[in-house]
């Protein structure tokens, strides 16, 4: 007898932030990114984009910030037209947050998540009971609040203490404070261990974890490595009225169908299906878009 396994979307799909008021993908080409962050336009690198710009050199050469990249992954330094706030709020649906320069590239959220948030929000607020959340490398939290929102309880786990001080003024900043959400500053890995050995369950999980990170106390995270075990031990928290799993994965080296694989086997003896591509932007006059990450969403 076949062991019963989540039946698997036949081809990828894409999911699409096409960009909402206080956010938007101007233009792109030659290697950067031209967007819009609430009062701010930004120019940030994405070595992707071999095409050509649309916009005359001079709407980019008025942003207001411009990211120059080093040769470290990830790393550089910021440029800026004038003094720039530190931060500043914007919004999404019914959640606020602060968006920052960061010395990362990004500012303080990924907008191109915007397309998982809205599939959280419409399955926790299809749910007949308010469900249980897990938010795994949580970071600043916008997803752990659009769970919120929709009624979820959540508990949101990431290793830095700063991200995890942002996520509770984000929390302040929606009027969400009051909602159900447990902030856990731990490693991720270290902290599924424990919940399986205390027999926890969720009715949702989003694993969104990085290609490489450290704990609070030196654990060390290496995707390749160590995501097949932190799948497994995620596979185990999910309770019999479990609705969702969602993982998402910025590294080169994984694709949404790898990804896909790994679900299938890590639910086995679970129904449901599980869909899998890459989550996109596309530009505000709609005609190209940005392939930024891959994800593998399994839904009962």
């Known amino acids: 007898m076949s062991l019963l396994r989540p039946a698997l979307a036949p081809s990828p799909s894409v999911m699409r932030t096409t960009g909402w008021s206080d956010y938007a993908l101007l233009d792109s080409g030659d290697g950067r990114k031209l967007e819009r962050y609430g009062?701010?336009?930004v120019v940030r690198p994405e070595p992707q984009c071999f095409w050509s710009p649309r916009l005359p050199a001079q709407v980019w050469d008025a942003a207001d910030a411009v990211f120059d990249p080093s040769d470290e992954e990830d790393a550089g330094r910021w440029r800026f037209k004038d003094k720039p706030d530190e931060a500043w709020a914007m919004g999404w649906g019914d959640v606020r947050f602060q968006a920052r320069f960061t010395a990362f590239r990004h500012l303080a959220f990924?907008?191109?998540?915007a397309a998982n948030w809205t599939w959280l929000s419409e399955r926790i607020t299809a749910a007949p009971t308010p469900p249980r959340v897990l938010?795994?490398?949580g970071y600043t939290g916008v997803a752990s609040l659009a769970c919120a929102a929709a009624g979820a309880a959540v508990t949101h786990v990431d290793a830095s203490k700063k991200a995890i001080g942002w996520a509770r003024e984000n929390a302040e900043l929606s009027g969400l404070s009051d909602r159900p959400i447990r902030w856990i500053c731990e490693d991720a890995r270290r902290y599924v261990q424990r919940e399986v050995r205390?027999?926890?369950q969720y009715e949702g999980i989003?694993?969104?974890?990085?290609?490489y990170g450290r704990g609070p106390t030196g654990e060390v995270w290496r995707l390749f490595e160590d995501l097949p075990e932190l799948s497994a031990l995620c596979a185990q928290l999910l309770s019999d009225q479990a609705s969702f799993l969602i993982l998402?994965?910025?590294a080169a080296r994984v694709s949404g169908a790898a990804l896909a694989g790994l679900l299938s086997?890590?639910?086995a003896g679970r129904g449901g299906t599980i869909e899998w591509g890459e989550l996109a932007l596309s530009e505000q006059a709609g005609e190209r878009e940005i392939g930024l990450s891959f994800f593998a969403r399994w839904a009962s």
């Open 248 to 250: 998402n994965a910025y």
């Open 198 to 200: 205390r027999g926890s």
């Open 110 to 113: 990924f907008p191109e998540q």
């Open 39 to 41: 009062p701010y336009k």
């Open 206 to 211: 989003i694993l969104d974890p990085p290609k």
């Open 135 to 137: 938010n795994l490398f």
């Open 265 to 267: 086997d890590r639910l």
